[in-house]
């Protein structure tokens, strides 16, 4: 990869959440105590589904792959995180900063195609019941998942490229805990606008192509929904399309914040705080959000604790 006057650039200094000793220790325990109540949640998912022959449908073959999702993109910078908040010298190789950022990148927008197609499996569920087995057979859903995982390789490769080579004229210091694009690119030293139009572009594909197809999923949702007649029947619908929605606001929400706005508006060390939420917060609530209004997974719950 040709990178334009960057080789005197031979790594990048992280400034983390605090340059405080005392806060960096609390940070640490914090977010040490976040990061493993994140890896038992998902990976309590993961074993429930399975284990429990209940869980083998559709649905839950998706929730398995946003969980297992949600372990390799936290796992992807929280580790590194938390090692340099114990650590005096802060520093990242430029191949390490470029391979966190391809990473996560390919991972983040793994995740925005799979809750895409997690909401045109409740489409399929509610508004086709009779079909449901036909149209969301194991190949197709296989082949989904397949697509899913490899969604994020182009346009994660653009952007990671196009970031890297922008000129920074020997600036290393990225006010952040992770290598993100939007703090890397701050870097540059030359007339970015092009290159800013570029990646709002590549973000807008990402983001709000996946986002628009929810909301048409969810509108057709609703519409099945309000013709069914039985009340408990809707309460059911409703209950289990409201996690899915949850989960897409916050992602959505967060990502959105940091990628979708011209660098001008962006406060100092406003997206290193947006970005611990999208890292580190959500992979962890995402367990509790599906167990705690998921009847099925509550119950599949309960016989695994009976059977130990």
């Given at each position: 990869?040709?990178?334009?006057?960057?080789?005197?650039?031979?790594?990048?200094?992280?400034?983390?959440?605090?340059?405080?000793?005392?806060t960096q220790v609390i940070i640490f325990f914090v977010f040490l105590?976040?990061?493993?109540?994140?890896?038992?949640?998902?990976?309590?998912i993961l074993i429930l589904i399975l284990t429990d022959i209940s869980l083998h449908t559709p649905m839950y073959f998706f929730l398995f792959n946003l969980s297992f999702l949600d372990v390799c993109y936290s796992s992807s910078t929280v580790p590194r995180m938390l090692k340099d908040l114990m650590s005096v010298k802060k520093t990242i190789s430029y191949a390490e900063c470029a391979t966190q950022m391809y990473i996560s990148l390919c991972l983040a927008q793994s995740e925005c195609i799979l809750l895409s197609i997690m909401a045109y499996d409740r489409y399929v569920a509610i508004c086709y019941p009779l079909h449901y087995t036909t149209i969301m057979s194991k190949m197709v859903c296989v082949r989904l998942a397949i697509g899913t995982w490899i969604s994020g390789v182009p346009l994660s490769t653009s952007l990671v490229t196009i970031t890297l080579n922008v000129n920074r004229c020997g600036k290393n210091e990225i006010n952040n805990f992770v290598c993100e694009v939007p703090e890397v690119l701050s870097l540059g030293c030359e007339n970015i606008l092009f290159v800013?139009?570029?990646?709002?572009?590549?973000?807008?594909?990402?983001?709000?192509?996946p986002v628009t197809f929810i909301l048409i999923s969810y509108s057709q949702i609703i519409s099945c929904i309000l013709k069914i007649k039985s009340a408990a029947g809707q309460r059911k619908a409703f209950s289990t399309c409201g996690s899915h929605m949850t989960v897409v606001t916050l992602l959505y929400g967060s990502a959105m914040a940091v990628y979708m706005k011209p660098r001008s508006s962006s406060a100092a060390g406003t997206d290193k705080f947006i970005a611990i939420f999208y890292v580190v917060i959500i992979p962890m609530l995402n367990p509790l959000i599906y167990s705690l209004r998921n009847n099925d997974v509550k119950a599949a719950f309960l016989k695994f604790k009976m059977r130990l």
């Amino acid at each position: 990869m040709p990178w334009k006057n960057n080789t005197v650039v031979t790594e990048f200094i992280l400034l983390g959440l605090s340059s405080e000793p005392r806060t960096q220790v609390i940070i640490f325990f914090v977010f040490l105590l976040v990061y493993i109540s994140m890896l038992i949640g998902n990976i309590s998912i993961l074993i429930l589904i399975l284990t429990d022959i209940s869980l083998h449908t559709p649905m839950y073959f998706f929730l398995f792959n946003l969980s297992f999702l949600d372990v390799c993109y936290s796992s992807s910078t929280v580790p590194r995180m938390l090692k340099d908040l114990m650590s005096v010298k802060k520093t990242i190789s430029y191949a390490e900063c470029a391979t966190q950022m391809y990473i996560s990148l390919c991972l983040a927008q793994s995740e925005c195609i799979l809750l895409s197609i997690m909401a045109y499996d409740r489409y399929v569920a509610i508004c086709y019941p009779l079909h449901y087995t036909t149209i969301m057979s194991k190949m197709v859903c296989v082949r989904l998942a397949i697509g899913t995982w490899i969604s994020g390789v182009p346009l994660s490769t653009s952007l990671v490229t196009i970031t890297l080579n922008v000129n920074r004229c020997g600036k290393n210091e990225i006010n952040n805990f992770v290598c993100e694009v939007p703090e890397v690119l701050s870097l540059g030293c030359e007339n970015i606008l092009f290159v800013e139009f570029i990646i709002f572009v590549i973000s807008v594909i990402i983001l709000m192509i996946p986002v628009t197809f929810i909301l048409i999923s969810y509108s057709q949702i609703i519409s099945c929904i309000l013709k069914i007649k039985s009340a408990a029947g809707q309460r059911k619908a409703f209950s289990t399309c409201g996690s899915h929605m949850t989960v897409v606001t916050l992602l959505y929400g967060s990502a959105m914040a940091v990628y979708m706005k011209p660098r001008s508006s962006s406060a100092a060390g406003t997206d290193k705080f947006i970005a611990i939420f999208y890292v580190v917060i959500i992979p962890m609530l995402n367990p509790l959000i599906y167990s705690l209004r998921n009847n099925d997974v509550k119950a599949a719950f309960l016989k695994f604790k009976m059977r130990l």
